[in-house]
């Protein structure tokens, strides 16, 4: 049984700058990847980034590379998301997400078994 708060959602202008966490409470060890989905209204959700938990291998999905970054501090049982540059098509409603997921997987869906409620992220222009 895993259970994901998030926080760290909110409203910013085009070019600013959020951080997103997610604290893992974790009774099993069954997750070894965290990651990062988004979902706008009347767009299907997508994987923007993921961690694995042992070795901290990170993905990241194309459209955000060089602007977001995925790390975890194992000590707080913390995963965070730095979204630098914000464009007003990150609008979405970012959900923290955990599970046994193999390489390669990270950034799909339907790999992920444990999901937080989500938090809204507002970009204007």
């Known amino acids: 049984q895993v259970q994901l708060v998030e926080s760290g959602g909110g409203s910013v202008q085009a070019g600013g700058s959020l951080r997103l966490s997610c604290e893992v409470r974790e009774y099993t060890g069954s997750r070894t990847c965290v990651g990062w989905l988004r979902q706008a209204p009347g767009q299907e959700r997508e994987g923007v980034a993921a961690?694995?938990?042992?070795?901290?291998?990170?993905v990241l999905a194309d459209s955000v590379k060089g602007r977001f970054t995925i790390s975890q501090d194992n000590a707080k049982n913390t995963v965070y998301l730095q979204m630098n540059s914000l464009k007003p098509e990150d609008t979405a409603m970012y959900y923290c997400?955990?599970?046994?997921?193999?390489?390669?997987?990270?950034?799909?869906?339907?790999?992920?078994?444990?999901w937080g409620e989500g938090t809204q992220v507002t970009v204007s222009s």
């Open positions: 997400a955990a599970g046994a997921v193999p390489f390669g997987d990270e950034l799909i869906s339907g790999a992920y078994t444990w």
């Open positions: 961690i694995h938990r042992y070795g901290g291998k990170t």
